[in-house]
């Protein structure tokens, strides 16, 4: 995740400058929550911080952004030093186990069980088309809505949530690669033990899921509710994706 984590306004709205930051992990995770404020009828978003998250509310909705690098070869520079890779704060949920469990109990199953959307319904990038010697990269975008979360709250979500997917799938310039690598800002490795056991057959949380199977060479198939809900829009093959575990999270 990045270490200070930007505005989703920001990152819909980014564009890239400078020398693109080198490679450090092979996955980006950015968050926001949607909450109601004290106004009537105004819904706020702000960008979970990696160091000050302490967990899920079920009245509040959330976008996920998993940006990650696609099959290849190439392997990612190591941070050289302690401001490259800070250490990891204490977390209030210390291990995907925990995690998965309080967002089941607190968030709708629907959007845990798999992404709104993602690069199988949306790739190759404009950019692409013309040739890229970068990694290349592929993403997945969700929305957890909370099980007691308002009507209002939920459509604000949506229409973002919309409004980012319309900024990823309308990449000329490459941006993605600039947004993966933190925008050039620090990154923060997660804090999160990686012991999330999952059943196919049961409820899944899908993004902890793929996260839990960047292991050795095992492949996994990228799949959104989108492509579930509209093979139509599927054109493309399932897109398979080797994670691997030693290469970090960011």
């Not at 960008?47 to 290849?72: A, K, N, V």
């Not at 030093?81 to 186990?97: D, E, I, R, V, Y």
């Not at 050039?184 to 033990?193: K, T």
């Amino acid at each position: 995740m990045d270490a200070d984590a930007a505005a989703i306004e920001q990152v819909i709205g980014y564009r890239p400058s400078g020398s693109l930051p080198s490679l450090t992990y092979r996955s980006n995770i950015k968050a926001w929550r949607f909450h109601a404020s004290t106004a009537p009828l105004e819904v706020k978003s702000t960008p979970l911080q990696p160091g000050s998250f302490s967990g899920f509310d079920e009245s509040e909705c959330y976008i996920l952004l998993h940006i990650y690098r696609r099959t290849d070869d190439r392997a990612p520079s190591r941070p050289s030093s302690a401001s490259a890779a800070p250490t990891p704060p204490p977390m209030t949920a210390g291990s995907m186990s925990t995690l998965a469990s309080s967002s089941g109990q607190l968030l709708s199953p629907r959007g845990l069980a798999a992404p709104f959307s993602g690069y199988d319904d949306s790739g190759p990038y404009p950019f692409e088309q013309h040739g890229s010697s970068d990694a290349p990269l592929a993403h997945d975008l969700y929305i957890w809505n909370g099980k007691r979360a308002q009507a209002l709250t939920k459509a604000v979500a949506l229409t973002k949530c919309f409004e980012l997917e319309r900024a990823l799938i309308n990449d000329e310039v490459g941006a993605i690669h600039y947004l993966h690598r933190g925008m050039g800002g620090a990154l923060q490795p997660a804090a999160f033990a990686a012991d999330y056991v999952f059943s196919k057959g049961g409820d899944t949380n899908h993004l902890l899921a793929t996260l839990a199977e960047h292991a050795g060479s095992h492949a996994i198939q990228c799949s959104s509710l989108l492509a579930c809900m509209l093979p139509s829009l599927a054109v493309r093959e399932p897109l398979i994706a080797c994670l691997m575990a030693t290469d970090g999270h960011g």
